[in-house]
């Protein structure tokens, strides 16, 4: 068992143990799916705008996948206020011939310090649950237009 720190462009971080995990092949568009229909259904107000496009099916930790994607999603639309929309596209990146897959969840909410101060704690969570899977998590805030969330997977 190995332990590392991740540190997100925040300054945030998680010192993390890997543990040897089952992996099973899980489609990220039927996770990211049911996260946003869950999410939904908790927040009646929510004016969300969502696109998402073809996702890919991994190999990976079904538990833990499940989680982050679950954890994240709520995250990013804990921040929709019931009077303005709340705009996520999310899209996949490489992921063939070897490449590294990437997850972006493109939003319109502001992740600048006060946002990160708030929301340490789930963001730790989520940096804890992408190093078990081998994954990076970074949180880049766009100037004027909101932030994008990557998750990028290692080729297996």
Same mark, same amino acid.
């Given at each position: 068992?190995?332990? *590392?720190?991740?540190?997100?462009?925040?300054?945030?971080? $998680?010192?993390?143990?890997?543990?040897? $995990?089952?992996?099973?092949?899980?489609?990220?568009?039927? =996770? #990211?799916?049911?996260?946003?229909?869950?999410?939904?259904?908790? *927040?009646?107000?929510?004016? +969300?705008?969502? *696109?998402?496009?073809?996702?890919?099916?991994?190999?990976?930790? $079904?538990?833990?996948?499940?989680? +982050? +994607?679950?954890?994240?999603?709520?995250?990013?639309? $804990?921040?929709?206020?019931?009077?303005?929309?709340?705009?996520?596209?999310?899209?996949?990146?490489?992921?063939?011939?070897?490449?590294?897959?990437?997850?972006?969840?493109?939003?319109? =909410?502001?992740?600048?310090?006060?946002?990160?101060?708030?929301?340490?704690?789930?963001?730790?969570?989520?940096?804890?649950?992408?190093?078990?899977?081998?994954?990076?998590? +970074? #949180?880049?805030?766009?100037?004027?237009?909101?932030? =994008?969330?990557?998750?990028?997977?290692?080729?297996?």
């Amino acid at each position: 068992m190995s332990s *590392r720190t991740l540190v997100s462009r925040k300054g945030l971080s $998680a010192t993390v143990k890997q543990e040897p $995990a089952s992996d099973n092949t899980v489609s990220l568009y039927e =996770i #990211v799916r049911e996260a946003i229909q869950q999410a939904q259904s908790n *927040r009646k107000d929510l004016m +969300l705008v969502f *696109r998402c496009e073809a996702l890919p099916s991994i190999s990976c930790n $079904a538990m833990l996948i499940k989680d +982050l +994607l679950h954890r994240l999603i709520d995250l990013i639309l $804990a921040e929709g206020q019931a009077d303005s929309r709340l705009f996520l596209y999310i899209n996949s990146i490489g992921g063939a011939d070897q490449e590294p897959l990437t997850l972006e969840f493109h939003t319109n =909410i502001k992740a600048g310090p006060e946002w990160c101060e708030h929301n340490g704690p789930a963001i730790q969570t989520c940096l804890q649950l992408a190093s078990d899977l081998e994954a990076g998590l +970074l #949180v880049n805030e766009i100037k004027n237009t909101g932030c =994008i969330f990557s998750l990028s997977f290692p080729v297996k």
